[in-house]
């Protein structure tokens, strides 16, 4: 690994498998991290066991190993008992799902070879199929227990990492709409990346086509393949494809493929787009800043800012609080106030072209009664989702001249503007 | 100045501890609030080295820090203050002017007058034996070296009304009556009689009635303020009790020597 500070990691966690992958700031591109060193061998299978009655977990291809050889305890649905509440008993012993998440992160992040992997680490992107609620809360607890800030870390979902790896290949690849046909086996889920290039920044958006049964047999998996590609590209242009997934093969592509090479597409096939995504992810959110002039749109996305009219240093000045454009798990913020002797909150909440404007008040019922700006409250806001906020109050008084009560107000703000 | 005010300074993980009105402030929005509202309290007990290295260390302004130690060697309450005043950002220019002009007052003022206005702050920051003690040192020495009728009224008026928020009637009520004897102003004489009216059962006023030449008038009057301080208490949970009346007068005098 060429490095060893300021890292920028790519981490995908999927059901079955794990990838990870780093930013070669000399190549200038990601590079994937081999299970073994001098091998080929980039995915490690998602999977967790322990020996019991010893501390002495293994991860990967080692936990079905150690489960044959040493009777490690394998245990089972890892990722599905990561997004859920439930704790898990493994050697007699409870483990939340965040806890056995953190045990899985820190011995694969080693496979990385880094001294210290938090203070190495500058950011790294996780990605996964889906970012339910569980999820997001399990892994945020493991970086928690590992030691990372919430700044040295993101979360995206499969979509944006296509995103973020699309934006990342020569600009005729993604002149029009860009393809990803994602192949589960006998199964295939195309997936269409557009641009809206009317508006400013421009809007990208990705769309999941209807999925296809793939026969067994060759010559049909091919047709239903075809009829597929040819069904994604009835309805527009597309200038780029990428071929993803288990379940494809040059083999029985006899149709489908020169079809679509067709129309001077671009085809790319390979099963590290994911990770490679999530990377230049982590590239973009840290050190490179290209994107500004595009939007990823997302179901995750939250598409209202809200903010306040505050006084800064004494100047009435606009007060960005969440962002647009962000996700909706990662959009949180905090901060202390003097109320001017208002009992309540007057929150100002901009669409993300910033054309509509309006604003939110939020009571604060039983504030004590005290002169203008000798109240202060820590307000702390985070997202429940795209269109929900929650907004925190905490009465902090005024030093020893009006003690705090440490009353909280809580109220969820509705982001439409 | 309308509007919420961003806190941008870290809150101190040690508060810096007031000795003076016994009030610890961990953040600079409080501490501006004290130079602000209270020039008088701002003394060697306030202006040393520990809160310079407060600033600079947990507020971490090590540049107003730099600013009030200059101020430190001048002796300058008013150039130790305005640093922090404007970092906190909690004052309008038109706010900052009046504060600065109350500072440049209180320099121009003789030691007892100086006094006077620290007793005055105390008594608004609810500092009341605090308050107390400082009109005494103040009466007595206006009674040993100066002639100044004005001034011991307003002291005498003053310890009154903070003896009357401690709910020492008597002691109130003899303040109120020196003040009044001090000064012909009819403020003090309205003051005494509110006082005597909430301080004494009715019984008991008659002798005190008599010996100052209480007229029939003023004995309406009073009976009116007190009665309407009662009917706003009742109606209002949140208002100060009859004594509280007093208070109120007495902050608009402050308001009107400006300290």
Known sequence: MNEVRNVLVGFVLGQNESQISYYDRRAGEPVQVPTKLGTNLFGFPTALAKVPGKDEWHFGHEAALAAKEKGAELIPSLYQRWCGEEPVTVDGEEHTPGNLLAIYLRRSLALLGLRDILRSISFMMFTTEVLSEGFVRNLRAALKEIGFSQEQCGMQDFKESFYYYTYHQTEDFFQANVALFLFERDRVVPLILSEDRQVRPRAVTIVQGPGTELPEEKTARDEAFLACAKAVFLERKVSGVFLSGEGFDQDWAERSLPFLLGARRRVFYGDNLFVKGACYAAVERKEQRSFRNRQYMSEATVRTGVGMDLLLSGSPSYYPMINSGINWFEAEASCEILLDGRDFLLFSLRSMDGKKRTSRQMDLPGLPARPGFITRLRLRLRCLSPEICEVTAEDLGFGGFFPATHKVWREELELAP | ?259
């Open chain 2, 1 to 259: 100045m309308a509007g919420y005010h961003l806190c941008r300074h870290k809150t101190a993980d040690t508060p810096f501890f007031i000795e003076n009105i016994q009030v610890s402030v961990r953040t600079i929005e409080e501490l501006a609030y004290f130079f602000g509202r209270f020039p008088a309290l701002l003394d060697e007990t306030v202006m040393r080295k520990e809160l310079v290295q407060w600033i600079s260390g947990e507020i971490n302004l090590p540049r107003t820090a730099i600013r009030m130690d200059e101020a430190l060697a001048e002796g300058s309450s008013k150039n130790f203050a305005m640093p922090v005043l404007k970092e906190a950002g909690l004052f309008s220019s038109r706010e900052l002017v009046y504060v600065t002009s109350a500072y440049e007052r209180l320099d121009a003022m003789r030691p007892v007058a100086r006094k006077k206005a620290v007793a005055d702050a105390l008594l608004r920051c609810g500092k009341l034996s605090a308050a107390i003690e400082t009109y005494r040192y103040v009466s007595d020495a206006l009674s040993v070296n100066a002639h100044d009728p004005e001034m011991m009224a307003a002291c005498w008026h003053d310890r009154g009304v903070a003896e009357m928020r401690l709910m020492l009637y008597e002691e109130a009520l003899s303040s109120f009556r020196r003040a009044m004897h001090a000064s012909e102003k009819e403020k003090y004489r309205t003051d005494y009689l509110s006082a005597l009216f909430i301080a004494r059962p009715f019984d008991r006023r008659e002798q005190e009635i008599e010996n100052e030449h209480i007229t029939e008038e003023e004995i309406l009057m009073a009976e009116e303020l007190v009665a309407g301080a009662r009917t706003e208490s009742a109606e209002d949970e949140s208002y100060q009790p009859p004594e509280g009346y007093l208070s109120g007068l007495t902050s608009d005098y402050h308001k009107a020597t400006g300290l």
